[in-house]
Nanobody
Framework: QVQLVESGGGLVQPGGSLRLTCATS????????MAWYRQAPGKQRELVAR???????NYADSVKGRFTISRDNAKNTVYLQMNSLKPEDTAVYYC????????????????WGQGTQVTVSS
């Protein structure tokens, strides 16, 4: 059975950095899209960043230039480097894997992690 496990969240001051990691337990042959979503209290889950097998990445406007997504296909692991963090980045961050070509919408993803809390506060 495949499980995704996030790590790297925590409390950081504004302007600080964190690196999130999403590792896989179990066997997956290939993953088309790996993504990070986040959900703040009282808000809907939103896409932060997504990367496909070809390396193409897209980001939410609010994180462009500050966050970088990367993936290790051999390990089926995805990372999110978060720099210049702001209080509005505070949320639970989830990783998601979409196996099928074209996976883009939230409902297209086949596996989800349990989430890791990121809190940006002084």
């Amino acid at each position: 059975q495949v499980q995704l496990v996030e790590s790297g969240g925590g409390l950081v001051q504004p302007g600080g950095s964190l690196r999130l990691t999403c590792a896989t337990s179990g066997s997956i042959w290939s993953v088309y899209a790996m993504a990070w979503y986040r959900q703040a209290p009282g808000k809907q889950r939103e896409l932060v960043a997504r990367q496909t097998t070809g390396g193409s990445a897209n980001y939410a406007d609010s994180v462009k230039g500050r966050f970088t997504i990367s993936r290790d296909n051999a390990k089926n692991t995805v990372y999110l480097q978060m720099n210049s963090l702001k209080p509005e980045d505070t949320a639970v961050y989830y990783c998601a894997f979409g196996l099928r070509f074209g996976a883009r919408k939230l409902t297209d993803y086949d596996y989800w992690g349990q989430g890791t809390q990121v809190t940006v506060s002084s």
